[in-house]
């Protein structure tokens, strides 16, 4: 299912994100993010994916997992179906376009604008004080990723909208106060049955890595007797499955099972329901494990392959590092010309 992708703006459509390495693929994310990917580079027009690991230290790592990580996730990208050939696949810290711009980016944006994000008052909590400038910067640092590629769209989830509008809002005031059309107002596509993938505990919670119950979420290297398992485990409730969307709400859990199956068979919701209607969670989960191993085991497999020699990862990323830089230099070096540095 390709996303259409339009844009009445004068730049060349280009679509741009990235996912943080910080260990633990999980179903959200391939869903959420990197089976979208993957559609989106069959739309012909050019896709940018980066591995952000400058937003992955704004909160400590250690080294050598950061370093895992990072390639782990290039294998999961490659594993689900990104092509080096076709996207540009690549780590942020290797094209230092995206820091020098996000420089530019903390000198235009507000700190009004930062205290506002749900994802600063989250994180920093209330230790705010001991959280880092990085953490409280970080939105800018996205803004850069995006706008130093000129990237007209972005695949986001519902959670990252905010940070999103943001990018907006610092490519409008660049542009107002430097009077340039310069920037494009990106757009975010959020669109799919499953952009956001709960917690196989609890229905209302986004699944995530850092929740301590791995039964909780289904790991990209999980292997199929584990993916059945979690699924046959998955909270639900005593009811049969409704034959219209319209029966899910008020049920988390059930919606979410039917949002992944949903989004792994490629059709909508109300489609699987016509099909399952009336059937119990005894029935449907099954069903549903059969279709997530057929998806994600090839996957998983995939990735321990490619992991076990990390040498071909590394030369993917630096030969998507030069193509990226191609593109950012050039828009980085008008960016301080506009700005008034010389000799940029």
Excluded at 17 to 44: C, W
Excluded at 156 to 176: C, M, P, S, W, Y
Excluded at 318 to 333: F, M, Q, T, V, Y
Aim: aromatic letters at 6%; one cysteine or more.
């Amino acid at each position: 299912m390709t996303e259409a992708v339009q844009t009445s703006s004068s730049f060349t459509p280009r679509v741009f994100s990235g996912i943080q390495p910080s260990g633990d693929l999980h179903l959200g994310n391939y869903l959420g993010a990197m089976k979208r990917f993957v559609d989106m580079q069959e739309t012909g027009i050019e896709t940018v994916y980066c591995m952000v690991d400058m937003h992955a230290i704004t909160v400590w790592q250690d080294p050598e997992k950061l370093r895992h990580a990072t390639r782990e996730l290039c294998a999961g990208f490659i594993a689900a179906g990104i092509d080096p050939a076709k996207s540009i696949l690549f780590n942020q810290s290797q094209v230092p376009e995206h820091a020098q711009l996000a420089w530019i980016f903390n000198c235009v944006a507000r700190m009004g604008w930062m205290q506002r994000m749900t994802q600063w008052k989250d994180k920093a909590g209330k230790n705010a004080q001991n959280a880092s400038l990085g953490l409280f910067a970080y939105p800018a640092l996205m803004a850069a990723d995006i706008l130093v590629y000129h990237a007209t769209h972005v695949p986001v989830g519902e959670d990252q909208k905010q940070h999103l509008e943001l990018t907006r809002d610092i490519a409008t005031k660049f542009n107002h106060d430097y009077g340039a059309d310069f920037f494009p107002i990106t757009e975010p596509v959020i669109e799919g049955a499953a952009t956001r993938v709960m917690s196989f505990r609890d229905g209302s919670k986004k699944m995530s890595k850092s929740d301590p119950s791995d039964a909780s979420r289904i790991n990209m290297t999980d292997d199929s007797d584990t993916i059945a398992k979690k699924i046959r485990k998955a909270k639900t409730d005593p009811e049969g499955l409704p034959s219209e969307a319209e029966g899910l709400e008020g049920r988390p859990e059930a919606r979410n099972l039917v949002n992944i199956y949903a989004a792994l068979a490629d059709t909508s919701v109300d489609a699987v329901l016509k099909d399952v209607g009336g059937k119990q969670f005894s029935e449907f989960k099954p069903i549903l494990s059969e279709l997530a191993v057929e998806k994600l085991a090839p996957i998983s497999g995939e990735m321990a392959r490619l992991m076990q020699d990390t040498s071909e990862i590394d030369k993917i990323l630096d030969h998507g590092a030069e193509r990226a830089r191609a593109i950012a230099s050039p828009i980085l070096k008008k960016t301080y010309e506009i700005v008034g540095m010389v000799g940029a």
